[in-house]
T-cell receptor, first 113, second 111 residues
Framework: DPKIIQKPKYLVAVTGSEKILICEQYLGHNAMYWYRQSAKKPLEFMFSYSYQKLMDNQTASSRFQPQSSKKNHLDLQITALKPDDSATYFC????????????FGKGTRLTVV | QQKVQQSPESLTVSEGAMASLNCTFSDRSSDNFRWYRQHSGKGLEVLVSIFSDGEKEEGSFTAHLNRASLHVFLHIREPQPSDSALYLCAAPSNMGYKLTFGTGTSLLVDP
């Protein structure tokens, strides 16, 4: 029974379009994150949210905008999509305290054509 | 800034033989490390987390941390073909909440 739900699992988008990747977690965590996994590259941190507030943004482009409408939601809006944005995007969450686990969702595989 | 490297890039072992994976990191003050597994096209499954020097065992997975030498190892006892996957090492950033990942070791367990 997945505790971090990402939707959709697969997504194909046209260059220049806009998409929203959905993430909901049912672990009661206050910290949520987005990571990206591109071909031949390590998993890369993008954003960190705590109590629905942005804590860290390591994404150079403003085309990537996280949105937290509820405590257990952290969606990712991507505008003006480019083929280089093709990747698998993982949502993650963590409880409070220094030594708690970080759990990942199953990812959304985005292909931009 | 934390740097994480994993070796080998790929590893083939026979079913039942011990598999040993290596991860090196750059920040000696780091205090928590995680090993994840990712089957092809799937999400990340946490295997073992370790927060102090020494060993920690979770089922058939044992992590060994030596911060003085900047290494954290993963040993897999009696691996099965179903253990064939990409194994990822993650170390914390200086802020603690951000994980820096290595590029992974692709493990193939031959039946």
């Amino acid at each position: 029974d997945p505790k971090i739900i990402q939707k959709p699992k697969y997504l194909v988008a046209v260059t220049g379009s806009e998409k929203i990747l959905i993430c909901e977690q049912y672990l009661g965590h206050n910290a949520m994150y987005w990571y990206r996994q591109s071909a031949k590259k390590p998993l890369e941190f993008m954003f960190s949210y705590s109590y629905q507030k942005l804590m860290d943004n390591q994404t150079a482009s403003s085309r990537f905008q996280p949105q937290s409408s509820k405590k257990n939601h952290l969606d990712l809006q991507i505008t003006a999509l480019k083929p280089d944005d093709s990747a698998t995007y993982f949502c993650a969450s963590r409880g409070t305290g220094g030594d708690t686990e970080v759990f990942f969702g199953k990812g959304t595989r985005l292909t931009v054509v | 800034q934390q740097k994480v490297q994993q070796s080998p890039e790929s590893l083939t072992v026979s079913e039942g033989a011990m598999a040993s994976l290596n991860c090196t990191f750059s920040d000696r003050s780091s205090d928590n490390f995680r090993w994840y597994r990712q089957h092809s096209g799937k999400g990340l499954e946490v295997l073992v987390s370790i927060f102090s020097d020494g060993e920690k065992e979770e089922g058939s997975f044992t992590a060994h941390l030596n911060r003085a030498s900047l290494h954290v190892f993963l040993h897999i006892r009696e691996p099965q073909p179903s253990d064939s996957a990409l194994y990822l090492c993650a170390a914390p950033s200086n802020m603690g909440y951000k994980l820096t990942f290595g590029t992974g070791t692709s493990l193939l367990v031959d039946p």
